[in-house]
């Protein structure tokens, strides 16, 4: 260990820090503002770097790049604005966490658009006019494109600081955030207000992305890439905080920094490369950081949002009707082995649809009448399918055991990762739910000896009778019916009315004797178990299993399906699960753009049913029957 | 429920539109890659299974009948991959699959065809284990393998006679396996070298500037890398302004591939010993027919995913053609010591392990024209540096044939 090979590199860190530093200002503004969680800004970021690289191409020399960067910055805030005024607008009214569909689909879409408009190639700027060189500090050459990347970010700041404290602009932007729905009695035209903070976000981040194309390439994975380090610097920065996002920013810069200057470290026998952290050390760090300080560094408790929607109705026991209609629903999946005889793979649609169902159903019991958004869902689906995997491959267990190990593995980490969960609310719930999740992947995916790396586990095939793909339908129907009937049977238990209680109203359902984190640490430990049971029939449905179960896409997949369907009635996540997973594979055989096709159904659907497919078939129904 | 409906009457409809594959006028080949998540080299890839498509139908295609190609985006996850191989398999009734880009989601579709029993060409994922460790005798692959790869490299890497390596790579199945091969490799031939760093980062995701720096820090003779596509341009260009590869040997796995050269343009880092494909300089009649042909086509030049995907499917016809039929079984025996004649030149597909023995181009890089290209290359058969039956009998499961 160099003293100062590791304090250049924490130098340089700085660097890193100032792209991470507009991605995180942008989207905290936007989420303090306006509370939507913008999963595009990714893809913000990137069409500032491509439309950068094209603009600096196009006009050449110095006044080229530093004109093509500004250009674009605005370019991007102009999307921005007209992102917000087409789509977003319109479901401003949306419970909670709904636009977050929205600004997903919005997300892929984009992504096919750059693919569309400028190839599949990475796209590599020039370097810097002016700045190529390196300038020599402490022995070693600093490349001065990063040092004044190191200035620039500051300086941002600073003028964002200025601007936020000063001018009549940042007041009103201080003040929505405090309480936006008193701004608007007070006078101030809102839809104005939330475009223009919607543009500036946009636009930092278009700016952050554009700065970075003498340093790296144009890519199409960028988006994703940029929309996760950028929450996590937001959340322990705190939400709605533009210092905070700065500090946070500069922390994961430095924490990887160090970890890639450590590298190889041998301390007696043993030996541990830090640079395989930098897979999971920005998660570590926010995970640390929410359990000590709840809010996030500087953040603020969250002010409650006065909801715009209408009110959920209580959930009520099924009626008559839907009861038949569920039985006659049974009846025919049943038979469904029968009646697709002519076309077996109808079989093979139906189990991964059945298992989207499950895994949506336990999602949905936290997040609805839970009121817990849980960003890392496919943690606990992950573990269960895991520990089949490895009771299989270990203890070389049979089929029933290893079914059995999996909600078992999924309660453990369920009850574990829980406990500290519950103790946060709001979005610091959801993303620490993320760090958790992004913790086991990457335990998972390091641990090649235990379970198989990157590779994962291969050769978990059911055995006899199950091996035939209707027995193993059926076999994979019981448990999902199960585990659906069991997850309404308790919502309508003491245990499920005193989750909607801590839901409604912490304050009084503790008044009255009932201890809300107890509650809501059961359920989570519940809605574990149940996915686990869901990732446990994946592992023999597939034959192998790899660390993409637990990864931060099955997780925004199991939450596109519970909004999709709608948070409010219980069957909104079997509605969504089983559109999602049908829409997506039938989507993919159509087209090569099958990600823009996705992401427009997907715009259609959030647009026509604002608050999901079955809260609008509920209205429907409501209107025709009072007509 | 009413999506469950659905869901029957899609697949109904679905089986009642497509041909069953015994029909009388084609043979149906299923093929499955991650085009939407690696469109670099997929694309290219895309255009070379067409373009042998074409040639072939327009010769008169196998056994008298027309090939079909059914093409499908396997999600670049296993989980989607098994369901999308299934849905070839179980959906359309086809019995020949071909394709796949990552080692893991490869891994997954040959564990999938040993099971299901069907026929699976892997086009491009390099892990070792498809045809070791994980074998099976329904699966073949094309690509030579990261351990062949490798040891392509190795001689020009021992010449160099550099005691001190720093090794990087991305963290993921091929990363590590390329740097334990070339780890074992040189102790086993140099046994004095030493490796002073090994900087590990997660892939598409390298904080280059860090990694260089910390590489420089350690202070190596050389350095072996791994990285590919955008981590290998922030690494060049990073290192480049650091001075991280001032007099140091550098060799790097696929660096000569033009997917991942010609994004650097004019920055490509010369001297670099790297294995790939230099397609304007090879000048062997058989890259030149193919070359001017793709480019006919296409107005485009050809990238190794062009050969990949030109050879997947110029190896099925010919396997099919020399089987007789499109059974499995008797096109699993036919691919045993099949031969095919491809821009490289002639390989064949070994029958002891089901590894294709094409090779790669091996050279250094350089500037021409204001972009890189490969100068005092050779071509290193795929034979020469896969290990003997006997060994490889070993490596693979018993069952496995």
């Not at chain 1, 306006?34 to 491509?50: D, K, P, Q, V």
């Not at chain 1, 700045?131 to 490349?143: K, N, S, T």
Request: glycine fraction near 12%; include cysteine; aromatic fraction near 10%.
């Amino acid at each position: 260990m160099n003293w100062e090979g590791l304090a250049f590199q924490a130098l340089d860190g700085l660097a890193s820090a100032s792209g991470l530093f507009f991605v995180a200002a942008g989207l905290s503004l936007i989420f303090g503002v306006t509370r939507i969680i913008n999963i595009a800004h990714g893809s913000l970021y990137m069409l500032g770097t491509y439309i950068a690289v094209t603009l600096v191409a196009t006009i050449g020399g110095p006044i080229g790049f530093w004109g093509g960067i500004v250009a674009s910055a605005i370019i991007v805030g102009a999307i921005g604005a007209i992102i917000e005024v087409l789509l977003l607008r319109r479901i401003y009214s949306a419970p909670e966490l709904f636009q977050l569909l929205a600004t997903f689909a919005l997300l892929l879409v984009i992504n096919d658009a750059t693919l569309w408009l400028w190839g599949p190639e990475d796209l590599l700027g020039p370097r810097a006019p002016g700045w190529r060189g390196a300038i020599e500090v402490l022995g070693r050459q600093l490349p001065s494109y990063d040092a004044f990347l190191m200035a620039v970010a500051p300086i941002v700041l600073g003028v964002l600081y200025l601007v936020f404290a000063r001018t009549r602009f940042g007041r009103l932007v201080r003040a929505a955030t405090e309480d936006r729905e008193m701004l608007g009695a007070l006078g101030v035209n809102q839809s104005v207000l939330f475009t223009a903070v919607f543009a500036l976000g946009a636009l930092l981040a278009g700016l952050g992305g554009a700065l970075q194309i003498a340093r790296e390439p144009a890519n199409l994975g960028m988006d994703l890439t940029v929309i996760t380090d950028a929450f996590v610097v937001v959340v322990i920065g705190g939400m709605g905080s533009i210092v905070g996002s700065y500090v946070a920013a500069v922390l994961i810069a430095e924490v990887k920094a160090l970890c890639i200057g450590l590298g190889l470290v041998t301390l007696g026998g043993f030996s541990m490369n830090f640079s395989k952290l930098t897979l999971v050390a920005e998660f570590l760090v926010m995970a640390v950081v929410l359990i000590a300080r709840p809010q996030g560094l500087f953040g603020r408790a969250q002010a409650a949002v006065r909801g715009t929607g209408e009110p959920d109705a209580p959930i009520r026991p099924a009626s008559w009707p839907l009861v038949i209609f569920g039985g006659a629903v049974l009846v025919v999946l049943i038979f469904l082995p029968f009646l697709a005889r002519s076309s077996p793979y109808t079989l093979v649609l139906g189990i991964d649809v059945l298992i989207a169902v499950l895994f949506a159903t336990s999602l949905h019991f936290i997040m609805g009448p839970g009121g817990m958004h849980s960003f890392g869902h496919a943690a606990y689906f992950g573990l269960g399918a895991y520990g089949t995997a490895l009771a299989v491959k270990w203890l070389a267990a049979p089929m029933g055991i290893a079914l059995a190990a999996a909600p078992v593995v999924a309660a453990l980490g369920a009850l574990l990762f829980g406990w500290f969960a519950v103790r946060l609310s709001g979005v610091y719930l959801a993303m620490l739910t993320l760090a958790f999740a992004q913790i086991v992947w990457s335990v998972v995916f390091q641990w090649q000896d235990f379970t198989g790396g990157s590779n994962g586990v291969l050769g978990i095939w059911p055995s006899a009778p199950f091996d035939r793909l209707s027995a193993f339908y059926l076999l994979t129907l019981v448990p999902v019916v199960a585990g659906i009937l069991l997850l309404r049977r308790v919502l309508f238990a003491p245990l499920g009315y005193a989750m909607r209680a801590g839901r409604d109203s912490p304050l009084r359902a503790e008044a009255i004797g009932i201890h809300v984190k107890r509650v809501h640490w059961i359920a989570f430990a519940i809605a574990g178990t149940v996915c686990g049971v869901a990732g446990g029939i994946f592992a023999f449905a597939k034959g192998s299993i790899s660390p993409e179960t637990i990864s931060i896409g099955r997780s925004i997949d199991g939450l596109v399906m519970v909004l999709l369907g709608g948070i409010q009635t219980l069957t909104g996540p079997i509605v969504g699960a089983s559109v999602f997973a049908v829409l997506q594979d039938f989507v993919m055989q159509q087209t090569e753009y099958w990600h823009a096709l996705l992401g427009g159904i997907i715009l259609v659907l959030v647009l026509a049913f604002p608050s999901g497919l079955t809260g609008g078939l509920v209205r429907l129904a409501a209107r025709w029957r009072s007509s | 429920m009413r999506a469950h409906a659905i869901a029957v009457l899609a697949g109904t409809l679905s089986v009642s539109a497509a041909m069953p594959a015994s029909a009388q006028q084609t043979i149906k080949i299923g093929e499955l890659n991650s085009y939407k998540s690696q469109p670099a080299f997929l694309e290219p890839y895309k255009k070379g299974w067409e373009m042998a498509l074409e040639e072939i139908n327009a010769a008169g295609g196998v056994l008298g009948k027309k090939l079909e190609i059914v093409s499908r985006d396997d999600g670049a996850n296993p989980g989607d991959a098994v369901r999308v191989a299934d849905e070839l398999a179980t959906g359309d009734g086809l019995n020949i699959l071909c394709g796949t880009f990552l080692s893991n989601v490869g891994l997954a579709v040959t564990e999938f065809a040993g099971k299901k029993k069907v026929f699976f060409l892997a086009a491009e994922p390099l892990t070792d284990k498809i045809t070791w460790a994980n074998g099976n005798r329904y699966t073949f692959r094309l690509r030579p393998s990261t351990y062949m790869q490798v040891a392509m490299l190795l001689p020009d890497a021992l010449t160099a006679k550099k005691k001190r390596w720093a090794l990087v790579y991305p963290n993921f199945e091929y990363g590590q396996s390329a740097a334990a091969a070339f780890k074992d490799m040189m102790k086993a031939r140099q046994p004095d070298v030493e490796f002073v760093t090994e900087q590990a980062s997660p892939l598409g995701k390298i904080d280059a500037g860090a990694v260089a720096q910390a590489i420089d820090d350690a202070k190596p003779d050389a350095i072996f890398s791994a990285l590919f596509g955008g981590d290998l341009t922030k690494f060049v260009r990073e290192g480049g302004t650091r001075g991280t590869f001032k007099d140091r040997v550098v060799v790097d796995l696929l660096g000569g591939e033009p997917e991942y050269l010609d994004p650097l343009k004019d920055e490509a880092p010369a001297g670099w010993i790297v294995t790939g494909y230099p397609w304007n300089e090879v000048n062997t009649p058989e890259n030149k027919a193919f070359v001017a042909a793709y480019q006919k086509r296409y107005n485009d030049y050809p990238r190794v995913g062009s050969i990949v995907g030109y050879l997947t499917i110029k190896s099925l016809a010919a396997g099919i053609a020399k089987a007789g039929s499109t059974d499995t079984d008797k096109l699993v025996d036919a691919f045993g010591g099949l031969k095919v004649d491809g821009p490289f030149g002639p390989f064949i597909y070994r029958a002891s392990d089901h590894q294709a023995t094409i090779g790669a181009f091996v050279g250094k890089l350089a500037l021409k024209d204001g972009h890189g290209t490969m100068v005092d290359f050779k071509y290193v058969d795929g034979a020469s540096v896969l290990p003997s039956d006997a060994e490889v009998k070993k490596l693979r499961p018993a069952a496995a044939d």
